[in-house]
Structures are given as C-alpha cells and as structure tokens.
C-alpha cells in the first residue's frame, strides 16, 4: 500500500514548534527582563507582556513551523528529493527568523524601534554596523550579551527540538494541544485584551517585516479641503500679516510673497497701492511699508530688502552649528527653570552677545528626523523617517533657497552621513559636504571647516556653512583632547563632559574664524539637534529610550542665535513656543530672502510674535506646543503609548503634572486639531504634495 502520511515527520514538526516557541519565549525573557541599553527596566510589569509576547509569538508562527509538516503529509506523493529540499529550506527559514528575531528585539532596547523596512532603509548600511557594535559594547545591561545571544539562538532551539522528539508520542494529543492552545491565545489577544500598545511593542519579527508598521493616510476631497483651510488659517494668523499668499489648492503648504503671487493668482488687491508709494502690490514687495519698493535707497546689512531687488545688500553670512543632544535641561541659559545643570558655558556666553529661545523645540526625533525638519522647514513624518521613505520627495529646503540667492554652501559632520541615510538630501541641498574617519573626533571637524572656510571660500559672496557634532552621544565615550574621566562615571556626569568638550571645540572653530577675517558680518547659530533622556531622574520619566513620550528631555532644546545684525537685541530672551521649523524661516528673513517656499514654520524675527507653536511627531504620537501649554496624543487611531496627556509649558518645563482631567474640554479640541494637522502632514507627504514636481 502506497504510503500517505510520514507519522515520524508529523511528530517531528509538533517537537519543532514547541521548540521554536520556547526559544523565543526564552528571547522574550531575556529581552523584557534585563534593563534596556541605558540601564532601565525595559518594561516595569513584565507580567503584563509575557502572556501576550507568547501568544503573538505563537499565533505568527504557526504557519512557518506548520511548513515542515507538508513532507510528512505528502510523503509518497511528491519526488523525495524535493520533500528533502523543502524540508531543508523550512529549517533555514526557521533559523533566519530566530536570528532576525535576535536582531529586532535587541534594536528595541536600544532604539525603541523596531527592525523593520523604515529602519533597514534609514540604518541599513556600514557605518550604521559599526557605530552599533560600539553601542553593544557600552550596554548598560548586559555588554555583548547581543552577539552572545545571536550566535546561541539556533543552537539552543536545535537542542530543545532535540529534547522534545522523544518525547512527542500521540498525534492525537499533540494534535489537540495545538488547538487549544491556538484559541487560547487568539481569544486572549484578539477578544478579552487585545494589547493595544503593547501589541506594537511585542509585534513578532514576522508581523514587523511583512505588514506595513503604518496605514496610509487616505482623504476624500471634503476632508482634505477641510484641513487645508483649518492650516492655513492657523498659520497666516500666527504669521500676523497678510504679505503671503497661498495660491495653489494642490498644495497644501506652497505659499508665495505677495507681490509675487499676483503673476500666477492675480486678485483685485493686486492692482491696490497699500502704503501710498506709487507702487501697486504687484510690483511692491512690502505693500505695507513706503520705505521699501523697487529703486528704493538700500541700506546694506541690515537684513531688509527696501529695493526689492531679491536680497538685502552685503548680506549676512550664517555659520549653524547643529550640535548633537546638547539638551535644554543642561543647559545653564534655563538653570532652575527645567534645567538642572549648568552644562553650557558657551552657549550662556553667546546668549549675552545675540538672542536665545527658552521653549524651542525639535521638530523631529532622532537625529535625521531633527536634520530633515530643520532644512524642510516642516515637521518629519508621524510615522516613517522622510529621509529614507521618500527619498525623491519634492520639496525645497531654507539651504537651496540661500543657493538660489548666491550664497556659498557646506556641510560638515563628524558622523558619517551614511549612518541615517542624510547623503542623499545632503547632495541635494548643499554645494558640497565634508566628512572623513579621521575626523570623527569633534575638535578635528571644526578645525577642518575653519581650515577649509580660510582657504576656499570665495569672500565676494556671501556663504552658509553648516555643521553637526558627534561627541555628545551615547554612551558618552572619551575622545582624543577629552578630559579624562573615570569609567565609574554617571551619565550625566559623562554627557556633561562631552557637552563641555563640544563647546570648546566649537569656541576653538569661531577663533580661528574670526582670525582669518571670516566672522564679520556673520550670524553664528547654535542649536542642539534633540535632547535625550538618561532616565536618572524623575523628572527624566524613567526611561533612556530616545523620543519615549516626547517629553522635554527629548524635545526641548537650546537655540541662540548672536552677532551683531542690527536686528537682533543683545542678550534678549525670547519666550514664545518655537521649533526646528522655524528656523529656515528666520535666517531668510535675517538675510532679506522672500521666496516662495512651502515652511510650516515662521520667522522668528516677525512683528508679531504673540501667537505661536510648535510640533514634533514621532511613532504614532504627536505633540504641540501652545500659548501655554504642551499637548501629548496619539494619532492615526493610535492611543499614546502613556495616554494623553496636557503639561503647563511655562511653569513645569519638566512636565511632572498631567493637567489633563482639569483642562478636558478645552485639550479634546485641541487634540483634534493637532490630528487633523497630522494627517494633513502626512497625506501631503506621502502624495508627493510639497512642493510641485519640475514641470508642473
């Protein structure tokens, strides 16, 4: 009799599933119940994930595990040798998930995010590689213990698929096993309690790398239309004039000067002389103001154009120092009020000489999401990184503007730009960038850029040069010119080292600029990309994942912005809600550049500057900052991993108390609100609706 079904293979495929279930719920142990890469409890009631990390973990592999068993049920009826390959090609699938499992769970602990195709496509490359090996060399939990657990994933689920064949007899019973376990499981997650957050914390390497980790966002013509106009008016009414003009419905952020919209989106006000100086709206680049309008006396360096010629005359240049989780709650500028450490000397120093801003905020976390909101001059996704899910997004960042108006433009790093895929909008934006291994050390960029400012700039034009830091990231290690430091050392009191030796490397760079002539009539801003949280004090809420919660530590940080521009007031403080967005904006403004551009964000330097805000989204959670208050949210059907959640931005810089039940009413609306802008955003994001296409 032919024979049907290989009963050897059947128990075979039963030993394997509960072994390769055990092996993950060993993972999930060892992942959820040693601290994260900074030292804290990764979760604070493991009791409440491991049921549901085992029933994800069996209920998504059932299937891959379920493969093995086709041989035994096809046995006689297919070629031996292709039930053999099938076989073969079922336990190296097995193999590469619990490796990839290894990988995911580990780049949780310390990204707080999860291995997926956003991520491949932001860090998937060989710089990435190294810098992670020296972040698994400095884990606060376990060094190493990573690679030790990568290596060893295969071998201990062979040895438990081992132990168990003997002992894996009636079919029947392991048949019935099967199913009630599976039901369990599926009534628990799926009925009694579907998880919710954790859910997306918990998500099987599987589910992470074959479903999409976000929806896309869909909106009917009524809906988009609707928040359309709920944007732009919030935004001309934070502006507080009427001298921009949103023309071109297609778009939700494209916006024009005035005078310069009557070309393609005439209107009766075109033809209308505002100010009495004998120039229409159409030819007058400030209709408002009879002192500017074409062949008006140009006053040089003062930041306005008075002839609308397109610039101011011998306009300012720009050095912008980008410097890495320089965070706000270290600095001494706001000592006492949020901050707790006086980490700053420099930057205190610098705020004497120009302005500073005391509710700055990112406008996107980590690093490549602060560098894409600053130069886009718009928040990054809610949900993905811009950077590497939208690599040929149309847009114009505030860099290609100053290209467009003459200026001389470059980038330095001390990190390579491969690491968060900046290389490509780097190319884009800039005349040329700067970096090498040899010069990953802080001190060493700078010396480069003074070096390279000296000898290649063209001194007729004016120039932008921008730079980003390296030194003051995790975990915090002692470079080459560093104080030494013993290895007992907090991390505060390590970060406060390399934040020290950040500045002075910096303060070294404007030396040697202003030696060789290069700092007259030049702007130095200083801003930190994001902050950080090490979780070292309460106020830190008890985590050193960077962006949980986006609270102040993560979010809040310093902005200054010195020299002797005739607008700016020497050591002003300035108190409104402001972001990363804004900062295009204002150095445009400072140079007297009005061009069509399509910022969310707004000068700095406008008249008005009462009405104001501020916003950063990261992983399904948005917050704004306004008038006086920090909102919490989630977004896209997604609840906030800590609930919502309503902070006094001017007197608990630290948000320590939810005001939330007390300002109910009034926080529902403005919820709603911050979503709407949120799907707007992203919408707009991902129809390609930034800016037109060339040729459209």
Not at 405 to 414: E, P, V
Not at 442 to 468: C, G
Not at 631 to 660: P, Q, S
Request: aromatic fraction near 12%; charge should be negative; proline fraction near 6%.
């Amino acid at each position: 009799m032919e024979k049907r079904i290989d009963v050897a293979g059947l128990r075979e495929t039963f030993a394997v599933l509960w072994a390769f279930w055990l092996t993950h719920f060993a993972l999930r142990l060892l992942s959820l119940g040693r601290a994260d890469a900074f030292g804290f409890p990764a979760v604070n009631k493991l009791e409440w994930y491991l049921f549901h990390a085992a029933a994800f973990d069996w209920l998504w592999h059932l299937l891959p595990v379920g493969l093995l068993a086709l041989p035994a049920l096809l046995a006689g009826r297919l070629p031996e040798k292709f039930l053999r390959f099938w076989r073969r090609a079922v336990y190296v699938l097995l193999c590469a998930i619990l490796l990839l499992t290894v990988v995911d769970q580990e780049v949780y602990r310390f990204m707080a995010m999860h291995f997926d195709r956003n991520m491949m496509a932001t860090y998937g490359n060989g710089s990435s590689v190294r810098e992670m090996f020296h972040m698994i060399g400095a884990d606060l939990s376990v060094p190493w213990l990573p690679i030790v657990l990568f290596f060893a994933a295969i071998p201990c689920f062979l040895l438990l698929r081992r132990a168990f064949l003997p002992r894996v007899r009636s079919l029947k019973f392991q048949t019935a096993a099967v199913l009630s376990l599976t039901l369990l499981f599926w009534l628990y997650v799926d009925v009694v309690w579907t998880g919710g957050n954790r859910e997306r914390r918990l998500a099987p390497v599987l589910k992470v790398l074959l479903l999409p980790a976000d929806r896309p966002v869909e909106l009917d013509d009524a809906e988009f239309a609707r928040l359309e106009s709920d944007y732009r008016a919030r935004w001309l009414a934070e502006e507080g004039d009427s001298l921009w003009v949103f023309g071109d419905p297609a778009y939700p952020y494209l916006r024009l000067p005035a005078h310069m919209a009557c070309k393609d989106f005439p209107s009766p006000r075109c033809d209308v002389d505002g100010d009495g100086d004998g120039f229409p709206l159409r030819e007058d680049c400030d209709d408002w103001n009879p002192g500017i309008r074409p062949g008006a006396e140009e006053v040089p360096s003062n930041g306005i154009d008075e002839d609308c010629s397109g610039s101011d005359e011998k306009p300012w240049n720009v050095v912008l120092a980008l410097l890495e989780s320089h965070r706000a709650v270290n600095s001494g500028l706001f000592y006492g009020e949020g901050s707790w450490e006086r980490g700053t000397p420099l930057l205190d120093t610098l705020a004497k000489r120009g302005e500073h801003w005391s509710r700055m905020n990112a406008g996107g976390v980590p690093t490549i999401g602060a560098l894409l909101s600053t130069h886009l001059g718009m928040p990054d996704h809610p949900a993905r990184h811009i950077s590497s899910s939208w690599t040929r997004l149309s847009s114009k960042s505030f860099v290609e503007l100053f290209r467009d108006a003459g200026w001389q433009t470059r980038f330095f790093s001390s990190a390579d730009p491969g690491w968060d895929n900046q290389t490509p909008w780097l190319n884009r934006w800039y005349d040329g960038w700067r970096y090498d291994r040899s010069r990953e050390a802080d001190a060493a960029m700078t010396a480069d850029l003074a070096r390279w400012a000296a000898d290649s700039l063209d001194r007729s034009r004016p120039f932008l040069l921008t730079l980003i830091t390296k030194a003051n990231h995790y975990p915090f290690n002692r470079v080459e010119g560093m104080e030494p430091y013993p290895d007992t050392l907090s991390l505060q009191g390590r970060m406060l080292r390399t934040m020290g030796y950040t500045e002075a490397a910096l303060a070294a760079m404007v030396d040697s600029l202003r030696a060789a002539g290069l700092m007259e009539r030049t702007l130095l801003v200083v801003m930190a990309d994001h902050g950080f949280s090490l979780g070292q004090r309460p106020e830190e809420h008890g985590s050193g994942q960077i962006g949980n919660g986006l609270h102040s530590e993560h979010t809040w940080i310093p902005l200054v912005v010195a020299g002797d521009h005739p607008r700016l007031a020497a050591g002003r403080r300035n108190a409104q809600a402001a972001g990363q967005a804004d900062l295009g904006p204002t150095l445009l403004d400072l140079a007297g550049i009005a061009a069509p551009n399509h910022f969310t964000g707004h000068s700095l330097f406008r008249p008005d500057r009462e009405r104001s805000s501020a916003w950063v989204f990261h992983g399904y959670e948005i917050m704004e900052e306004d008038g006086a208050f920090r909102y919490h949210a989630g977004w896209n059907g997604r609840d906030r991993a800590l609930g919502d959640a309503v902070y006094d931005a001017l007197r608990d810089r630290n948000e320590t108390r939810n005001l939330l039940d007390s300002v109910s009413g009034a926080a529902a609306a403005e919820f709603a609100r911050m979503q709407g802008f949120a799907t707007l955003h992203a919408w707009a994001v991902e129809h390609d609706r930034i800016w037109p296409a060339p040729g459209m």
